[in-house]
C-alpha cells in the first residue's frame, strides 16, 4: 500500500491497534476480495452463462400466422410414373464430358466410371422397390417454427419385460439423410445387454421431405431449436442423442441449450473450432514428445504430417464448401435439373470422404463399402424433392460469420458425450482438443475402420461405441 | 518455352498445319433441344430478401430464361458471329479456333499493327465484338488487324485431352499461332486468364512483342515490401508509392481484399480442385449454366450489383450479348474442359511457378478499371512488369472491360501503342 495512506490509517486508528498486525489483516483481505472478484467476473459468468440461449425463429412464407398446427401427421413417401419417366428423359439426355487420360478422380467424378453407375441407375436400379424399402419406418410430418419438419420414429419391435426403450434422436449432414441411419436402426432397436433404443431420424429442414425455410438466417442453432422442440412435442423428458457432420453440430447446440434434457451425446464428427496458443503449441510439439501434449500414438499417427494432411488435404476437398457458403444459388441450380449432375456431385464425397486415397483409382471406390442402391437411394432423395440449393444454403448460413465467434463456440458442452474418432474421417481431433469444447467426455474411441459416413458405412462398429457409451452412462 | 501435345492418345508423326476456314453452324435440333431442356427446368425459389447475395436469384433467372426461351435468336446471332472470318489450325495435337480482323480499308502508307487479344473465363472471343471496329478502323495513322483466339478447352477450340494444360501451354500454343499466321512482332491484349497467357508470351519470346497491354494484372508476389505498404499505405500512402486513387481503391483493406475475396472465390476454389465434378451438371441444364456464368457477368462488373434483386445484370449488358456468350459455352458443352483450366494453373503454389520469378521486360500497359476484383497499384504491379511505360485508372467499368466499356479499352489501347511507337 502507498506509504501516505498507511499513514491516515494509522492517525484516524486508535493508538491500541497494532499496525503490524492489521497489514497482514488488510492485505488477505485485498486478496480475498480480489479473489472473490476474479471469481464473479470470471467463473461465475462463465457458469452463468453455461447454457446457449434458445431464441425462436419462424421460417415460413410470409407473415406469420396467429395459430400453428401442432399436430404430428403420418406420411408416406410416394412416387409415380411421371416422377420416374421424366427421370429417365433426363438421364436420356445427359451430356458427358470425357475425362483427361489418366486423372482417375483427381478431378472429380470420373466420367467414365459415372456411365456406369448412370447405366445401372436407369437400367437396373428400382426406385418403387426402394421407395418401399424406405417407407418400412413409420414417416410423420408435422409444423414446427412455420415448417414441416419430416422424421422417422422408429421403435424396437418386441420390448422385453422390465426394459424401456432409451430414446435417441440421429441426425444427418451433408450430402447424406435419415436414410444413412437405415443400417444402424436394425442394430439399435434390438434388445442387447438389456440395452434397447427407440429412435428419432428427422430430415434438416431444406433437406430431403422437411420442408425448407423461407428466411435468411437458418443456422445449426435455429435446427437445434427446431429439433428439441420436436422431442418435447413426442414428450420424451430426457434423451439421447448422435450426429456426424452438420448432424454433429446440431446435436451439439441441443445440449448447449438444455443440457438437462440430455442423457448423453454421442458423435462420430466433431471439429475442433477453437484455434489457439495450446493447439499451436500441441502442433508443434505433438510430432516430437506427443505424450507431453496430451497426444496419443494413434493421434499423432492421424495428424501429422499436419500441412498434408490437414491444410493441403482440406484445401484439395473443401472447394464445394466454399461456393456453397457463398453462392448456394448459383452452385445448386443445375443441378436441380441434371439427375447426372446431382449424382456425380454426391457421390464424389461418398467416395472422397470414405478414404481419401480412392483419389487414386478409376472407379472411385465407389463400390468398396456402399451398395449401388443405397448411394442412388440418398442422391434419389434430394431429386425428387428438389432440395439440393435449400441443402446447401445451410452452409452459408452457419459459415457466413466466422465461426468462432457464434456464441456457441463460447459454451462449453456438459453432458455425458462419447466421441467415436474413425481413421478416414475428415479431419482428426485428438481427445485433447476435443476437451476444449467437451467438457465431459466419457468414452472416446479410434475406431478401426471407416470414414466420413460411418452410420452408413460401418454400421455394427458405431452401434457398438454408442451401445458402450449409454451402458457408460447408465451406471 | 518446352514442348507439348495434346490430342487423344498416342502423337503422330505428322501434324496438319494447315489454317482451315470455319464457320460457326447451328441446326434445329440443337435449338429444340435447347428449348426441351429449358422448359423442363426446376427453378428453387429464393430466400425473401436476398437479393443476389445467395448466388443468382432465380426470381431474376425465371425472367432471363423466359428471354432466352422465347425472343432471343440464335440463329441470328450464329449470323453476327460470323460476320469475322473464323478459322482452325492443328497446333500441339489440338484444334485451335481463332478469328482474325483486317482492317476493311487500309489508307495509302499505313500498315495494321498485328494485335493479339485472349479471353478469359467465363468469356470468350465473343467478348472483344464490341471493341473490335474500334481498333480496326484508322485514327490518328493507327491501325491494329486483330487476332482473337479460343483458348483450347474454350468453346470452338479443343479441349486437351492429357493433364497439365497450363497457361504456358496456352502460351506456347498461341505464340505458334502467331508465327504460323507470319507474324514476327506483335502487340497484345488480355484480361483475366489471357492476361497471364500474354504475359507468359511475352516471358517467352519478349523479341517478338512490340508491346503488352493488360486490364488485369493480380500480384502474386507477397512479400515482405507489400506488407510494408500495406500497413502503411492507408497513414502514408507517398512514402510507400501509392497514389490517393490506389489508396481509396485498396482499403479498407481486409474488406476489400481479402473478405471480398473470400466471399466471391468460391467457384475458383471448386473449379481448382473438383472441375469434372463442378462442370457436370452444367452441361446438361442450359439455366444451370447461365446462372453460373452470368452471376459473374453480374457480381465482377460492379460488387454492389449483389444488393440488387436483378443483380444489375442489364445495366451494362444486353441480354443478347451475355446469352450469346452462353450459348457458346453450351453449344461446344465446353463448361467442364474451361474448368480444368483451373486446377491446371492453381494446383501447385502459383509462386512456384517458373514464370512468377521471370520480370516481365516488354513494354507494358496497365489498365486499372474501378470495379476490377482486385486493385494492384503500380509500384505491385512494378515487381513483374519492369518495362511499365503507361499505368491508367479509368473512369468506369468492371472485369470484362472490353465487353462493357469497349471505347475507354480502346482508348487506352491506342494511347499505350502510340508511346510504344515513338
Same mark, same amino acid.
Given at each position: 500500500?502507498?506509504? $501516505? ?9 486508535? +493508538? ?8 497482514? =489483516?488488510?492485505? +488477505? ?25 434458445? /431464441? ?62 448412370? #447405366? ?8 418403387? *422397390?426402394?421407395?418401399? =424399402? ?8 408435422? *409444423? ?12 424396437? #419391435? ?17 450430402? /447424406? ?33 422437411? !420442408? ?51 442423457? /448423453?451425446? $454421442? ?26 501434449? /496430451? ?12 500441412? !498434408?494432411?490437414? @491444410? ?9 464448401? %466454399? ?43 465407389? !463400390? ?15 431429386? @425428387?424433392?428438389? #432440395? ?21 463456440? *463460447? ?16 479431419? %482428426? ?22 470414414? %466420413? ?23
Amino acid at each position: 500500500m502507498p506509504g $501516505h495512506v498507511s499513514e491516515v490509517i494509522k492517525d484516524m486508528l486508535p +493508538s491500541s491497534l497494532d499496525l503490524s498486525r492489521l497489514q497482514p =489483516l488488510v492485505v +488477505s483481505t485485498v486478496v480475498g476480495a480480489g479473489g472473490l472478484l476474479v471469481y464473479f467476473l470470471v467463473i461465475w459468468r462463465r457458469t452463468k452463462a453455461k447454457t446457449l440461449p434458445m /431464441g425462436d425463429g419462424w421460417w415460413g412464407a410470409g407473415e406469420k400466422p396467429l395459430a400453428e398446427d401442432k399436430e404430428i401427421h403420418p406420411f408416406q413417401i410416394e412416387t409415380s410414373d411421371e416422377e420416374i419417366k421424366d427421370l429417365y428423359n433426363r438421364i436420356d439426355q445427359t451430356r458427358f464430358t470425357p475425362p483427361l487420360e489418366d486423372s482417375q478422380f483427381h478431378y472429380g467424378f470420373n466420367s467414365i466410371h459415372l456411365r456406369k453407375v448412370v #447405366s445401372y441407375w436407369r437400367n437396373q436400379f428400382d426406385w418403387k *422397390k426402394q421407395v418401399k =424399402l424406405l417407407n418400412k419406418y413409420p414417416h410423420f410430418i408435422t *409444423k414446427i417454427e412455420g415448417l414441416d419438419v419430416h422424421f422417422i420414429h422408429v421403435r424396437p #419391435s418386441g420390448l422385453p419385460e422390465g426394459q424401456s426403450a432409451k430414446p435417441l434422436l440421429m441426425v444427418h449432414g451433408w450430402p /447424406g439423410s435419415f436414410f444413412e441411419f437405415y443400417k444402424i436402426l436394425p442394430l439399435l432397436t434390438e434388445s442387447r445387454d438389456g440395452l434397447v433404443f427407440e429412435v428419432i431420424c428427422p430430415s434438416i429442414p431444406g433437406y430431403g421431405f422437411s !420442408e425448407a425455410p423461407h428466411k435468411t438466417g437458418f443456422d445449426s442453432i435455429a435446427a437445434a431449436r427446431i429439433f428439441y422442440k420436436l422431442m418435447q412435442r413426442l414428450g420424451f423428458k430426457e434423451f439421447y442423442m448422435q450426429g456426424g457432420d452438420w448432424g454433429g453440430l446440431i446435436t451439439t447446440n441441443i445440449a448447449q441449450m438444455r443440457p438437462e434434457n440430455v442423457k /448423453g451425446l $454421442h458423435l462420430n464428427f466433431f471439429p475442433v473450432t477453437k484455434h489457439n496458443l495450446w493447439m499451436l503449441v500441441s502442433l508443434l510439439l505433438g510430432a516430437y514428445v506427443p505424450f507431453l501434449v /496430451g497426444f496419443t500414438r494413434e493421434d499423432v499417427k492421424r495428424i501429422f504430417p499436419f500441412f !498434408e494432411k490437414n @491444410v493441403y488435404n482440406m484445401l484439395r476437398e473443401s472447394g464445394y464448401m %466454399h461456393i456453397q457458403a457463398t453462392k448456394p444459388d448459383t452452385a445448386g441450380c443445375g443441378l436441380n435439373d441434371s439427375p447426372v449432375g446431382l449424382a456425380a456431385y454426391i457421390l464424389e464425397k461418398f467416395s472422397t470422404w470414405t478414404d481419401k486415397q480412392f483419389r487414386d483409382l478409376e472407379d472411385g471406390g465407389l !463400390e468398396r463399402k456402399f451398395s449401388l442402391d443405397d448411394l442412388l437411394t440418398n442422391v434419389m432423395i434430394y431429386w @425428387v424433392t428438389g #432440395s439440393m440449393v435449400s441443402s446447401m444454403r445451410f452452409y452459408k448460413e452457419n459459415l457466413n460469420k466466422n465461426l468462432e465467434k457464434r456464441p456457441d463456440s *463460447k459454451i462449453g458442452v456438459r453432458v455425458p458425450t462419447g466421441l467415436a474418432a474413425f481413421p478416414n474421417e475428415l479431419l %482428426h481431433a485428438p481427445l485433447v482438443w476435443a476437451q476444449q469444447r467437451y467438457k465431459n467426455v466419457i468414452s472416446y474411441s479410434y475406431m478401426l475402420r471407416g470414414g %466420413h459416413f460411418a452410420a452408413f458405412e460401418e454400421p455394427e462398429l458405431l452401434a457398438e461405441d454408442i451401445r458402450q457409451f449409454v451402458k457408460k452412462v447408465e451406471k
